[in-house]
Nanobody, 120 residues
Framework: QVQLVESGGGLVQAGGSLRLSCAAS????????MGWYRQAPGKQRELVAH???????NYADSVKGRFTISRDNAKKTVYLQMNSLKPEDTAVYYC??????????????WGQGTQVTVSS
């Protein structure tokens, strides 16, 4: 089994910063892609950012220049540094990872979600 555990969410005022982290554990041989999605009330889930094993990254247009995704492969952890937060960033943020398990099978894992609330 593969587990993703998120931390770092919370309540922050507009203009503030938060740093989310997501640690992967379990029967993992390698991690190909790690990323962050979010879902705001009444809206569809959307990709925020993701990072591939080769180093490539991409971001939603709404967060470019404000958010930075990074990985620590030794710790099997992905981070999302969120600066200049806006009320419209309020959402539940979900970690996602595409991994190869020790049973040599691809597996798409999801975290439980962490709430980010940005007040005006």
């Amino acid at each position: 089994q593969v587990q993703l555990v998120e931390s770092g969410g919370g309540l922050v005022q507009a203009g503030g910063s938060l740093r989310l982290s997501c640690a992967a554990s379990g029967s993992i041989f390698s991690i190909n892609v790690m990323g962050w999605y979010r879902q705001a009330p009444g809206k569809q889930r959307e990709l925020v950012a993701h990072s591939a094993s080769g180093g490539s990254t991409n971001y939603a247009d709404s967060v470019k220049g404000r958010f930075t995704i990074s990985r620590d492969n030794a710790k099997k952890t992905v981070y999302l540094q969120m600066n200049s937060l806006k009320p419209e960033d309020t959402a539940v943020y979900y970690c996602n990872a595409a991994v190869i398990t020790t049973a040599w099978r691809p597996y798409n894992a999801w975290g439980q979600g962490t709430q980010v609330t940005v007040s005006s």
